[in-house]
Nanobody, 121 residues
Framework: QVQLVESGGGLVQAGGSLRLSCAAS????????MAWFRQAPGKEREFVSA????????SYADAVKGRFTISRDNAKNTVYLQMNSLEPEDTAVYYC??????????????WGQGTQVTVSS
């Protein structure tokens, strides 16, 4: 059983930065493609960013491209999301997710409980 635990959320002013972490247990992180999703109040969950098992490939939603950076440290079983130039529109619960299939798959099997990010204007 894979467990994912997010941390690093909080309240920040517009233009500020936060770094989210996702710690994995129950399975070696290097076997998982990992991603971040977010869900704002009243909206559907949306994709933010993904990273391949080795970190060689990454992808980003257009809304965060150039501001957010996903990375991973397989030795520490941890995935990160560095968020810079935050905007009020980034306010959401951020979820870490993973799956053991190839990079091209968009079906995520494992989910964390989420961490709240609030950006004030």
């Amino acid at each position: 059983q894979v467990q994912l635990v997010e941390s690093g959320g909080g309240l920040v002013q517009a233009g500020g930065s936060l770094r989210l972490s996702c710690a994995a247990s129950g399975r070696t992180l290097s076997s998982l493609t990992m991603a971040w999703f977010r869900q704002a109040p009243g909206k559907e969950r949306e994709f933010v960013s993904a990273i391949s098992r080795t970190g060689a490939s990454t992808s980003y939603a257009d809304a965060v491209k150039g501001r957010f950076t996903i990375s991973r440290d397989n030795a520490k079983n941890t995935v990160y999301l560095q968020m810079n130039s935050l905007e009020p529109e980034d306010t959401a619960v951020y979820y870490c997710a993973g799956h053991p299939r190839l990079w091209s798959s968009n079906n995520y099997d494992y989910w964390g409980q989420g961490t709240q990010v609030t950006v004030s204007s």
